[in-house]
């Protein structure tokens, strides 16, 4: 079995701020530190369920340079740095049988999540055939498209909930309930550890058991951003139409979709 773990930050737990998420802030090198460790116990549920798996770790998390590539577990490739093809998921692509997301967050606008946005705090929504998704509806519908089943979920409280109405026979593990966007009631970071060894390893036995979930073709995907001229450059890209502070385009495949997205996203961190 082949297995792609995508990491995000936000969702470990005992973070609840961005100093402890953002590079060259504060209390960064903590974070990484306690989100290796939480990659790392997912990586032993997996191999302890199937030690002949092929696992990938895909830092998944601003920069993607975030996971200390010297205490990673020595059985497992990473895949780091950006910008790459198929962003969080880099390596969906290689014949793929399941996914896991660690360390995720609720999109934006959910209230009481810690830390919840949609890929960056400059977009406000994104909306896939009306339906409203963050990263982890998105990534969900991008593993979908490549047949790939996303088997277990981690993060808050709302994270787990915002999965399980999309997977809800997926293994779920939160570490922590959100009490608003920069506060927590955390597991210890060891509790939690242990809880995604044993989640882990319960979703690796079972991959077959999580069909992908159907993706909608064609794709008519909408994006709220939080600037205007955001959306002005965003209406510069072939095919994108502009309504205030709304981009709109069409796709025919979530690999397409996922791409336009990264693109706008990087438009929305340019100078003036």
Do not use: W
């Amino acid at each position: 079995m082949k297995v792609l773990i995508s990491v995000d930050m936000e969702g470990i737990a005992g973070i609840v701020h961005p100093a402890e998420t953002t590079p060259e802030r504060y209390d960064y090198e903590r974070g990484r530190a306690l989100m290796t460790a939480a990659a790392n116990a997912v990586v032993e549920g997996v191999l302890e369920a199937d030690p002949a798996a092929e696992v990938l770790v895909a830092d998944a998390h601003g920069p993607y340079r975030n996971l200390l590539p010297e205490h990673l577990d020595r059985r497992v490739r990473l895949i780091r740095g950006k910008p790459r093809e198929l962003g969080m998921l880099a390596g969906l692509q290689t014949g793929v049988q399941a996914a896991m997301f660690v360390g995720y967050h609720a999109r934006a606008g959910v209230a009481g999540a810690v830390l919840a946005h949609t890929m960056t705090d400059a977009v406000l929504d994104v909306r896939i055939n009306g339906a409203s998704h963050g990263e982890i509806g998105i990534n969900t519908l991008l593993a979908a498209s490549f047949g790939v089943p996303v088997v277990l979920a981690s993060g808050d409280d709302a994270a787990c909930a915002e999965f399980s109405t999309l997977v809800p026979q997926a293994v779920t593990v939160p570490v922590k309930r959100g009490l608003g966007q920069h506060a927590a009631d955390t597991l210890h970071p060891d509790e939690a550890c242990e809880r995604l060894r044993h989640g882990a390893s319960q979703a690796a036995r079972q991959p077959a058991g999580h069909p992908p979930l159907a993706v909608p073709s064609p794709l008519r995907v909408e994006v709220d951003l939080a600037q205007p001229r955001s959306a002005d450059l965003a209406g510069l890209i072939p095919g994108a139409t502009v309504g205030g502070r709304t981009v709109a385009f069409d796709a025919e495949t979530m690999t397409a979709a996922y791409g336009i997205l990264q693109l706008i996203v990087a438009l929305t961190q340019t100078g003036p």
